[in-house]
Antibody
Framework: QVELYQGGALVLQHSETLSLTCALL????????WSWIRQPPGQGLEWIAE???????NENPSLKGRLTISIDTSKHQFSLKLTSVTAADTAVYYC????????????????WGQGTTVTVSS | QSVLSQPPSVSGAPGQRVTISCTGG?????????VHWYQQFPGRVPKLLIY???NRPSGVPDRFSGSKSGTSASLAITGLQAEDEAEYYC????????????FGGGTKLTVL
């Protein structure tokens, strides 16, 4: 059974860099896509970026230039870095699997991490 | 402003049928991309409810169903139960720029 594990809550200062890691428990990175999604307090879901096992990435245009997403298949984890954070980046950050079959990749998230609360103080 | 538009709230009495709409445009749902739905309870992780417009993952009751036509999609819940009270999000893919995943703004379902 595939599970995704994220670290505990973080508090950052304005302009610092957010670093998050998501660990894969059970299953394989191979053939799947891996995403980051965030949810500001009281608001909806926002897709941040995706990466596959080969390291190919795609990012939300609104966050491009501040994002680095990477994968380490040997450690069974993938990571997100977001630079120059502001209060607007305060959110619960989720990692998730974007499902791929043996022949095609789809754009829905079927396995989610438990979420990490990130607070940016000014 | 979300790329996919959902009503902020819907409500219904126990046992009733409710629908939640999700409207996109020519670069996402109208371009043929599937719509997926998630259910989220307060303080909890979103859960995949419907994928590929009208498919239910294992364990999702058949009271939940999805449909899509053109640029719009709908989530229908029949036999409404108090435990269905939650936030519901639609999601698709948009081909603008380099292409990216898009969500609706969410709909709060209240069971009266």
């Amino acid at each position: 059974q595939v599970e995704l594990y994220q670290g505990g809550a973080l508090v950052l200062q304005h302009s610092e860099t957010l670093s998050l890691t998501c660990a894969l428990l059970g299953g394989s990175f191979s053939g799947q896509q891996w995403s980051w999604i965030r949810q500001p307090p009281g608001q909806g879901l926002e897709w941040i970026a995706e990466i596959n096992h080969s390291g190919f990435t795609n990012e939300n245009p609104s966050l491009k230039g501040r994002l680095t997403i990477s994968i380490d298949t040997s450690k069974h984890q993938f990571s997100l870095k977001l630079t120059s954070v502001t209060a607007a980046d305060t959110a619960v950050y989720y990692c998730a699997r974007q499902f791929c079959s043996t022949t095609s990749c789809f754009f829905y998230m079927d396995v989610w991490g438990q979420g990490t609360t990130v607070t940016v103080s000014s | 402003q979300s790329v996919l538009s959902q009503p902020p709230s819907v409500s219904g009495a126990p046992g009733q049928r409710v629908t939640i709409s999700c409207t996109g445009g020519s670069s996402n749902t109208g371009a043929g991309y599937d719509v997926h739905w998630y259910q989220q309870f307060p303080g909890r992780v979103p859960k995949l409810l419907i994928y590929g417009n009208n498919n239910r993952p294992s364990g999702v009751p058949d009271r939940f169903s999805g449909s899509k036509s053109g640029t719009s999609a709908s989530l229908a819940i029949t036999g409404l139960q108090a435990e269905d009270e939650a936030e519901y999000y639609c999601q698709s893919y948009d081909t603008n720029l380099s292409g990216y995943v898009v969500f609706g703004g969410g709909t709060k379902l209240t069971v009266l």
